[in-house]
């Protein structure tokens, strides 16, 4: 059964549609509302169409989008015009609700976007532990290496930065806690309300919602002294100066990007440089061929094999 969160948000047909169906949370990945289409759930298993056989498919209507948004923005989608221009809004948990429609240009921007047709809703799966694994790889006597996930989308990587976090800020048998120092530019970390994080994120974590990354990274090192920068989705030019700067200024750096090989890493423009230059000490890959969340390899910055849980089940 979906937690009261996500419930809350739902338009209410739609919660009918899915009462009638046996789900188990944990198995939700993604909710795809489209109008005129039919409600579709994206979960462990694979793709599902909610319905039943004597009526068929539940078709999304357009009162089933604007009831959802109604929801979603507390009646009052004015006050997320900031979030809307980028395609989606954070609900409470950290949950993402991806909206399309017709969009607004002003000065060549997007400044907002009307006639939603189409929402999708990704769930948040905090998972305390799922870091275990890669710790013995990562840490070097009692020190931490810069890290940089790579993953293609949905198979688990700010699941597994989110634990990451936890256990640095917490400590572990292989590490001292530290103070970790996190910029969440869209929510999806620490799932923050008002300003405090609703994922577990650790005693010794600060956490800057909202705000862009590169911003944020300077923000951070100038005023609350982290030893560790973590971040989620890394791309820009901007974000690549910023890493480079924290790296200089002794800081420890997680990161996340989309990628779906090593190969696909180093063919990415700035992002190449950085793996020449091996700012990066450990490369984690993730896949989802067995189960979202998979290592397919933990590297070095030569590119060496430490831990694959690919080739660990084969030795087995």
């Known amino acids: 059964m979906l937690n009261d969160r996500i419930l809350r948000v739902l338009p209410r047909n739609v919660r009918l549609a899915l009462n009638r169906e046996r789900f188990i949370a944990s198995d939700i990945h993604e909710l795809r509302l489209r109008v005129g289409k039919p409600l579709l759930v994206i979960c462990k298993g694979g793709e599902r169409m909610i319905g039943n056989e004597r009526d068929g498919p539940y078709t999304v209507t357009k009162e089933d989008v604007r ?13 997320y015009e900031q979030e809307m221009k980028q395609g989606f809004i954070t609900i ?17 921007t997007v ?41 293609p989308p949905g198979c688990g990587k700010t699941t597994l930065l989110r634990d990451m976090i936890r256990q640095i800020s917490d400590g572990n048998r292989w590490i001292s806690g530290m103070t970790v120092g996190v910029v969440d530019e869209r929510s999806e970390i620490g799932g923050c309300l008002r300003g405090v994080a609703q994922n ?15 911003e944020g990274m300077t923000m951070l090192l100038r005023s609350m002294s982290p030893a560790v920068l973590a971040v989620d989705e890394i791309g820009s030019a901007k974000d690549v100066h910023a890493i480079e700067h924290a790296m200089h200024c002794g800081c420890r750096m997680l990161a996340t990007i989309h990628a779906n090989s090593m190969e696909e890493l180093r063919r990415k423009p700035l992002i190449d440089c950085m793996v020449a230059k091996k700012w990066f000490e450990r490369y984690i890959l993730l ?5 979202v969340g998979q290592i397919n390899g933990l ?5 060496s094999l430490l831990y694959s849980e690919t080739v660990s089940a084969s030795c087995c």
């Open 111 to 151: 400044k907002n976007l009307r006639y939603i047709s189409s929402i999708n809703l990704r769930m948040s799966h905090e998972v305390l532990g799922c870091a275990d694994s890669v710790f013995p790889y990562i840490t070097q006597e009692g020190r931490l290496c810069h890290t940089l996930i790579v993953s």
């Open 200 to 214: 577990e994120l650790g005693l010794r974590t600060d956490i800057l919602d909202g705000c862009p990354k590169a």
């Open 299 to 303: 590297f070095d910055s030569r590119g």
């Open 67 to 79: 009831e959802m948004l109604e929801y979603v923005s507390n009646f009052s989608l004015y006050a």
């Open 92 to 108: 409470e948990g950290g949950h993402r609700v991806g909206i399309t429609g017709q969009a607004i240009i002003e000065n060549g």
């Open 287 to 291: 896949g989802n061929r067995e189960r």
